[in-house]
């Protein structure tokens, strides 16, 4: 067991319990925010929050881990308020959110310093608080490792080596960036079972999620429910043929839903992604997943076990009742 920091406080990762790896509370332009605050209803998105948490919750949702950090809007204080008024445990991150830049302060100052501010982060406190990021974010799209990029992936990295806690990407298949992601990472030093390659179900190429998973890495199914890149029957053919060959000790389901998010107008996700819920694996997916061969232990992997293991860095399968697995997910 381990002591994984949560926007609550510590606590063990045997706590953990049914987890979805990847959600977010609230995703906000940083910039448009501070100019253009009135823009925004605060108590709006905090009860769309709390009502899709509440869900999961009532659904067996123990945990939820929020990727949100900078360039994604980060708001240390509104995810504490989620975790507190539901009763959920959310663990929170550090860690830049880039396709292609980051900032000249960034640009003009070497990756040790970005690296130190991930570090107070994890060790001190998020935004002037006391509350602590639990895991380390980067991200790498289409446009592939830009020098900036890459000067966040090593930063995260050497995070990482300095507190140990895992990291999650941000990676784009289609460009094969969850490869370019690992070998930076692993380069500098970290052991692949601490790093979790997010939105490797964003393709349903069986022969670049192989070669991903060769590295001995995590890999994220992770956006259920958004079917531009990949339709939801896709993700499951995908899902049951590799738990098939043994792969469910190495994946997440979830949805990278976010409650609310200003980069589209906002009635338009729901009208594009009616299914985009942080519900749907649990309500939809799991069932199909069941009734297609994916067993009960698998599907324990995937929801519980996995969360352990990444947080600790053990392949070492837990041992949970069925009772760890309620709702959709055992039923």
Known sequence: MALINSVTGPIETSELGVTLIHEHMRVRSEAVFVQFPHL???????????????????????????????????????IERISRETGV???AATGIYSYHYIPPHFQNRDIDYMSSLFV???EVGIQN???????????????????DVEKVIRAAARAHKKTGVPIMTHSHPGSG????????????????????????????NLEYILSVLEYGCFIGMDRYGLTGEVPTENRNTTVIELAKKGYADRMFLSQDHCCTIDWYPE??????????????????????????G??????????????????EGSYDTGTYSKSEIRGAVSQ
């Open 40 to 78: 925004y209803d605060e108590e709006k998105e905090f009860a769309k929050a709390v009502e899709q948490v509440n869900k999961v919750k009532r659904l067996g949702v123990k945990t939820i881990c929020d990727p949100t950090v900078m360039e994604l809007g980060r708001d240390i204080r509104f």
């Open 89 to 91: 445990q959310i663990i």
């Open 294 to 311: 994916v067993t009960i232990q698998q599907i324990q992997m995937m929801m519980v076990d996995n969360a352990r293991r990444w947080f």
């Open 177 to 204: 960036t969850g490869i370019s992601q690992l070998e930076i990472l692993i380069e500098e030093g970290v052991d692949p079972s601490r790093i979790l390659i997010g939105h490797t179900g964003d393709t349903d």
């Open 129 to 147: 608080t006391s509350i602590k990021a639990g895991f380390l974010k980067c991200a790498t799209d289409a446009q592939g490792v830009t020098p």
């Open 267 to 292: 009635d338009i996700p729901q009208q594009m992604f009616p299914k985009w819920t942080m519900s749907f694996v649990l309500e939809e997916v799991i069932p199909e997943l069941k009734n297609s």
């Open 120 to 122: 107070r982060d994890i």
